[in-house]
């Protein structure tokens, strides 16, 4: 029984110490929202889809027109669009390929949103 504990805890401690060395392989991606003119839009909904899961995170900006996402997974796609009233952006694409782990991307709300 001894020895099969001593066994298991230097896998455990390695288990545990590359979780801790996983945490801090994420990404961040950060931008701005603007109109047509390039003013910040506040209160703009941002959607942030992860192409793996399909699950979707949204923001809504700030005063300034900011979001932020972070803590992505830097091995997934993801893609990010923005909306406000009947307008949308296009949809920009967060590669894995790109390596940077902080990653602006500005968002223009210059379309009408498709109606269904």
């Known amino acids: 029984m001894r020895r099969t504990v001593a066994a298991t805890l230097p896998v455990a401690f390695l288990l545990a110490i590359s979780a801790l060395l996983a945490q801090g392989d994420t990404r961040t991606v950060r931008g701005t929202v603007v109109d047509k003119q390039e003013n910040p839009i506040a209160s703009a909904i941002v959607h942030l ?12 900006t700030d005063e300034s027109g900011a979001f932020r996402f972070s803590g992505l997974d830097p091995n997934v796609d993801y893609e990010l669009h923005a909306e406000h009233n009947d307008l949308t952006s296009n949809t920009r694409t967060i590669s894995s390929f790109d390596t940077r782990k902080e990653i602006t991307v500005p968002l223009k709300v210059d379309k009408e949103k498709k109606k269904a």
């Not at 889809?49 to 995170?57: G, I, L, S």
């Open 49 to 60: 889809k992860n192409t793996r899961t399909m699950d979707v995170r949204t923001y809504i």
